[in-house]
């Protein structure tokens, strides 16, 4: 049974461009959360997505959305890209009504 | 809004040596609360949960009793291994029908050394 899978494993961009990290839940997961994890901090909660709509959001700009597609599978976009946006991003995913999330190895953006 | 806070790190063990990682935290009602352990260079990985008060939740030797009227989470194992070294994240889960439910809040990670 594959766990929750993300792609890139590492993305290098500079700064103004746009990014696109992709995810494929866990088997049996209708709900994909994401998180941004700075170096030596804990992951700060992005945005949730469910039924392919955001359900939840943090306090990130509107320059990061996602999607999420009828496979449950899942995109963040951030456009206009800053130095600060580098980091470890994570998704999690989920079963409906459940609170625990499992999480896949991430996808590591360094903004140049 | 909801908040986790962990004992700050680092902490440094033998092996063999009883740990323990304090976590304390703020929410409105009734949250579920979780420990991740994040090993280098991974993502991270659900060590052990408690849905309710007085719950104990338990995973590889690893311990934690939800308290509610002290509001903590404390992780605990009887004897370290080096394998145990590694970033432990304390975490709560929102109350449904809250404005926090769906998402998991982090405290800022405690990194755990055990030395031979």
């Known amino acids: 049974d594959a766990g929750v899978t993300q792609s890139p494993t590492h993305l290098i961009k500079t700064r103004g461009q746009q990014v696109t990290l992709r995810c494929s839940p866990k088997s049996g997961h209708d709900t994909v959360s994401w998180y941004q994890q700075a170096l030596g901090q804990g992951p700060q909660f992005i945005f949730q997505?469910?039924?392919?709509?955001?359900?939840q959001r943090g306090n990130f700009p509107d320059r990061f959305s996602g999607h999420q597609f009828p496979n449950y599978s899942s995109e963040l976009n951030v456009n206009a890209l800053l130095l600060g946006d580098s980091a470890l991003y994570l998704c999690?995913?989920?079963?409906?009504?459940?609170?625990?999330?499992?999480f896949g190895p991430g996808t590591r953006l360094t903004v140049l | 809004g909801d908040s986790v806070t962990q004992m700050e790190g680092p902490v440094t063990l033998s092996e063999e040596a009883f740990l323990t990682i304090n976590c304390t935290y703020t929410?409105?009602?009734?949250?579920?609360l979780f420990w991740y352990v994040q090993y280098p260079g991974e993502g991270l990985q659900l060590l052990l949960k408690?849905?309710?008060?007085?719950d104990k939740g338990s995973n590889k030797g690893f311990e934690a009793t939800y308290r509610k009227e002290t509001t903590s989470f404390h992780l605990e194992k009887g004897s370290v291994q080096v394998s145990d070294s590694a970033v432990y994240f304390c975490a709560l889960g929102g109350s449904a029908g809250g404005t926090s439910y769906g998402k998991l809040t982090f405290g800022q990670g405690t990194i755990l050394t055990v030395h031979p």
């Open positions: 997505y469910y039924e392919e709509e955001e359900r």
């Open positions: 408690a849905t309710k008060a007085d």
């Open positions: 999690a995913s989920s079963e409906t009504g459940a609170r625990e999330q499992f």
């Open positions: 929410a409105t009602g009734y949250p579920s």
